[in-house]
T-cell receptor, first 112, second 116 residues
Framework: GESVGLHLPTLSVQEGDNSIINCAYS??????FIWYKQESGKGPQFIID?????DKRQGQRVTVLLNKTVKHLSLQIAATQPGDSAVYFC???????????FGTGTRLKVLA | EAQVTQNPRYLITVTGKKLTVTCSQN?????MSWYRQDPGLGLRQIYY???????DKGDVPEGYKVSRKEKRNFPLILESPSPNQTSLYFC???????????????FGEGSRLTVL
C-alpha cells in the first residue's frame, strides 16, 4: 500500500455527515489556492480552486472558504461518502511566482 | 482525454545506474514540473519549466536534471541515483501562464522509484 499517508493528521467522519478539512497557508502574497484529493496509488486530483479576490466558492458537494486575514483555507464536503476517503491537501500560489506550495495533507476516513 | 503520462510507474534500480523518467502531457500546457512525495514531507518541487528550453530549480534539485526540448515532454534524469532518491515522483502540467492567475496542476499517476 501507499506510504505517503503515514504521519498525517486524520479526520474520521460518519458517512452522510459533513467534513471540514483545514489548511493554514504561509505566504500572504499567495493569490490562488487549490484543493487536491489523493487516493491510494494515484496522483493528486483537482477538487476546487479559489482566487484571492473571493471568500467562498462552491462546487458539487464541496465548498472552499478563504480567510486571508488569518491565512486559512478550508474545504467542506457535504454528505461525505465512502469514496471521499483519501488524503486531501491544499496548494497556494504566491503572486509573481510559478511556485505551487503544498501542505502536507489530511487523511479523511469515512466510517460506514 | 487530457492527461499527464509518466513512465515507468515502478522501477527498482541500483546506486549509480543512470535512469530517466519520462513525462508527456497532451494539453498544450506551457508549465510543467516534477515533484517528489515522501512520508510526512508532502510534495516537494524538484524542477519546473515555464516553456520550451526554459527550466529552473525547485526546492530539491540536487541529484536531478531535466530537459524541455518539446512542449509536451519533460523528462526527469537521475545521472547517478542514490538511495536517498527512493521516492514517489509526480510530473505535473498547468495552463498557468505568466507568474499570476489561475491554473490548476494536472498530475500524472506517479512513478515509484527504489534505489538499492
Amino acid at each position: 500500500g501507499e506510504s505517503v499517508g503515514l504521519h498525517l493528521p486524520t479526520l474520521s467522519v460518519q458517512e452522510g455527515d459533513n467534513s471540514i478539512i483545514n489548511c493554514a497557508y504561509s505566504n500572504s502574497a499567495s493569490d490562488y489556492f487549490i484543493w487536491y484529493k489523493q487516493e491510494s496509488g494515484k496522483g493528486p486530483q483537482f477538487i476546487i480552486d479559489i482566487r484571492s479576490n473571493m471568500d467562498k466558492r462552491q462546487g458539487q458537494r464541496v465548498t472552499v472558504l478563504l480567510n486571508k486575514t488569518v491565512k486559512h483555507l478550508s474545504l467542506q464536503i457535504a454528505a461525505t461518502q465512502p469514496g471521499d476517503s483519501a488524503v486531501y491537501f491544499c496548494a497556494e500560489c504566491p503572486h509573481g511566482t510559478y511556485k505551487y506550495i503544498f501542505g502536507t495533507g489530511t487523511r479523511l476516513k469515512v466510517l460506514a | 482525454e487530457a492527461q499527464v503520462t509518466q513512465n515507468p510507474r515502478y522501477l527498482i534500480t541500483v546506486t549509480g545506474k543512470k535512469l530517466t523518467v519520462t513525462c508527456s502531457q497532451n494539453m498544450n500546457h506551457e508549465y510543467m514540473s516534477w515533484y517528489r512525495q515522501d512520508p510526512g514531507l508532502g510534495l516537494r518541487q524538484i524542477y519546473y519549466s515555464m516553456n520550451v528550453e526554459v527550466t529552473d530549480k525547485g526546492d530539491v534539485p540536487e541529484g536531478y536534471k531535466v530537459s524541455r526540448k518539446e512542449k509536451r515532454n519533460f523528462p526527469l534524469i537521475l545521472e547517478s541515483p542514490s538511495p536517498n532518491q527512493t521516492s514517489l515522483y509526480f510530473c505535473a502540467s498547468s495552463s498557468r501562464t505568466g507568474a499570476a492567475g489561475s491554473g490548476e496542476l494536472f498530475f500524472g499517476e506517479g512513478s515509484r522509484l527504489t534505489v538499492l
